[in-house]
Nanobody
Framework: QVQLVESGGGLVQPGGSLRLSCAAS????????MRWYRQAPGKERELVAV????????RYADSMKGRFTISRDNAKNTVFLQMNSLKPEDTAVYYC?????????WGQGTQVTVSS
């Protein structure tokens, strides 16, 4: 069955870095654009970054530009989110998503906490 499994979250100090991974299985990963979303307590889920199926194009939310980098390895069915210069307001549960047509898959999320 379809699985998206995020990992790499944790507690980090402001200004620090984390690299999130999302391992996919059960569908043709290389045919899907991949997205990272996040949801902070009491807030709506928001789009963080998108990468096209081949990895040739990326897009970011304005508040993440220059700090976050999305990438993928289609040979390993994995998408990554490198997060640098983290701020307390980046604290959230981060989710990866694969969507194409009527198909919409989500992982369980990984908690990122930015605090001193």
């Amino acid at each position: 069955q379809v699985q998206l499994v995020e990992s790499g979250g944790g507690l980090v100090q402001p200004g620090g870095s984390l690299r999130l991974s999302c391992a996919a299985s059960g569908f043709t990963f290389s045919s899907y654009a991949m997205r990272w979303y996040r949801q902070a307590p009491g807030k709506e889920r928001e789009l963080v970054a998108v990468i096209t199926s081949g990895g040739g194009s990326t897009r970011y939310a304005d508040s993440m530009k220059g700090r976050f980098t999305i990438s993928r390895d289609n040979a390993k069915n994995t998408v990554f989110l490198q997060m640098n210069s983290l701020k307390p307001e980046d604290t959230a549960v981060y989710y990866c998503n694969a969507a194409r047509g009527m198909y919409d898959y989500w992982g369980q999320g990984t908690q990122v906490t930015v605090s001193s």
